[in-house]
Nanobody, 124 residues
Framework: QVQLVESGGGLVQAGGSLRLSCAAS????????MGWFRQAPGKEREFVAA????????YYADSVKDRFTISRDNAKNTVYLQMNSLKPGDTAVYYC?????????????????WGQGTQVTVSS
C-alpha cells in the first residue's frame, strides 16, 4: 500500500512554469508505475502523464507533450511533473496516482492509489 501527497501547485501567469511533486510513503514505491491526472471544473478527470517504475519509459497526453515532463526519484520516493509554457487551459486540480501495472495506462481505473490533489491556476 502507498500513500501519496502532492505539492507545488499555485497561481502562475500564462507562459510560466511550475513543478509538482508527489511524495509517497512506504518502502514499496519503486514497485509502482506512477501517473499524473488533472480535473478542471465541470470536466472529467483526464490523463496527463505516466512513468514506469524504473523511470525508463514515459507517456504523455497529446495536450501536454513537449511542455510537461514526468520524472521520478525512487531514492526519495517522489515523482515530479515539470510544467512549462503553461496555458489557461491547464488550470485544474492535479492528482498523482500509483499503479501496479508494468506499463502504466491512461485509464483512471488502472490506478489504485490517489493523492488529494493540488490546485494549478494559470492566468491569461
Amino acid at each position: 500500500q502507498v500513500q501519496l501527497v502532492e505539492s507545488g501547485g499555485g497561481l502562475v501567469q500564462a507562459g510560466g512554469s511550475l513543478r509538482l511533486s508527489c511524495a509517497a510513503s512506504g518502502r514499496t514505491f519503486r514497485q509502482y508505475a506512477m501517473g499524473w491526472f488533472r480535473q478542471a471544473p465541470g470536466k472529467e478527470r483526464e490523463f496527463v502523464a505516466a512513468i514506469t517504475w524504473s523511470g525508463g519509459r514515459t507517456y504523455y497526453a497529446d495536450s501536454v507533450k513537449d511542455r510537461f515532463t514526468i520524472s521520478r526519484d525512487n531514492a526519495k520516493n517522489t515523482v515530479y511533473l515539470q510544467m512549462n509554457s503553461l496555458k489557461p487551459g491547464d488550470t485544474a486540480v492535479y492528482y498523482c496516482a500509483a499503479s501496479t501495472a508494468v506499463v502504466p495506462g491512461r485509464a483512471i481505473l488502472e490506478y489504485g492509489y490517489w493523492g488529494q490533489g493540488t490546485q494549478v491556476t494559470v492566468s491569461s
